[in-house]
């Protein structure tokens, strides 16, 4: 999965003097509401006010949390990787078993045009879609399919990504293929990361490592996880968790410059093993894990490194 959470997480208050510089989640203003900006948004085929883009209370999407979304960047203005987001879109909602109104070259250009009218060069693009209120039941095939795309300007996910995050266990897991649409990006399957990251937050770190089904090792609450044993890659194997676009981007940057990638079972034993760990997302770019729990991982060189490559491969 990746980059979920986009609208702050509140840090506890106080924070405990043995966890320091801990990072809040950044947004691009932390006092005015997402619900009151200034702007234009993309609704089901037309611009229009950012205050004026509203749905009803009983959208199927809302209740029964029917609705997938993506999360895309952009840098100089340039999306990253558009088409493969917008496909990626399209296959998580035929997966919730509905499908999308508009094909990915209407998306593209809507998502361009929502950028040059917003005035964004660095900016977050927050696609939707979500079924409606026809229906208020669990069978929804008669319902109205909307989509709507946001963008808003965006920088440092974690405020200070190569400076290094914490992370914390969480008692939450990926589920099993066989109980969820896991290769979906669906707004469903991220209630277990909010839950992971609260927690995570009110312990004083940063973000949560989350096991899957298994008990193996699968990814933080919005990013993939990268560890680094003795100058090899090593990353879970994405049977149960959405394989990121910057993972996927990652691996290929780490390959092209003749760094071992292994994609395995990966245990929490492992970790002692580990001399530097690092997460990706859209959101979260390349972000340092400096410490897991009580295991630190003081080494840096290789994630400074790729991190220095992706920004590289992201900008025009």
């Known amino acids: 999965m990746s980059d979920p959470d986009l609208v702050p997480d509140p840090v506890p208050d ?3 003097d043995s966890v320091p510089d801990l990072v809040p989640d950044l947004v691009p203003d932390p006092v005015l509401s997402f619900d009151r900006r200034d702007g234009s948004i993309w609704y089901n085929g037309s611009s229009m006010a950012w205050t004026d883009a509203k749905l009803h209370v009983m959208s199927h999407g809302l209740h029964y949390a029917s609705c997938v979304f993506e999360g895309i960047r952009a840098y100089g203005g340039e999306p990253y990787k558009l088409r493969e987001h917008y496909e990626r879109f399209h296959m998580s909602a035929n997966l919730l078993d509905f499908q999308i109104p508009y094909d990915v070259p209407t998306l593209e250009q809507a998502t361009r045009e929502l950028l040059k009218d917003n005035s964004l060069s660095e900016a977050y693009i927050r696609p939707v879609a979500w079924r409606g209120s026809e229906q208020m039941a669990i069978a929804a095939d008669k319902t109205t399919i909307h989509v709507a795309l946001v963008a808003w ?13 914490r992370l914390t266990l969480s008692g939450w897991r990926r589920p099993s293929p066989e109980s969820a649409p896991c290769n979906s990006k669906a707004a469903g399957l991220y209630t277990i990361c909010t839950l992971a990251k609260h927690e995570a937050q009110r312990k004083g770190f940063d973000d949560a490592l989350m096991l899957d089904y298994r008990g193996q090792i699968a990814e933080s609450t919005g990013a993939n996880i990268f560890l ?3 100058g090899k890659i090593h990353t879970p194997k994405a049977d149960c968790f959405l394989d990121g676009i910057t993972r996927q981007t990652l691996v290929q940057i780490a390959r092209r410059e003749g760094i071992e990638i292994v994609e395995r079972a990966v245990a929490l034993e492992d970790l002692e093993r580990a001399q530097e760990v690092f997460l990706t997302g859209t959101a979260a770019e390349v972000t340092l894990v400096r410490a897991i729990d009580e295991r630190e991982f003081p080494d840096n060189a290789i994630t400074k490194r790729l991190a220095a490559l992706y920004d590289a491969e992201v900008r025009p």
């Open 14 to 16: 106080p924070v405990p």
């Open 153 to 165: 300007n965006f920088g440092d996910y974690f405020g200070a990504r190569l400076k290094g995050i």
């Open 228 to 230: 680094v044993i003795d």
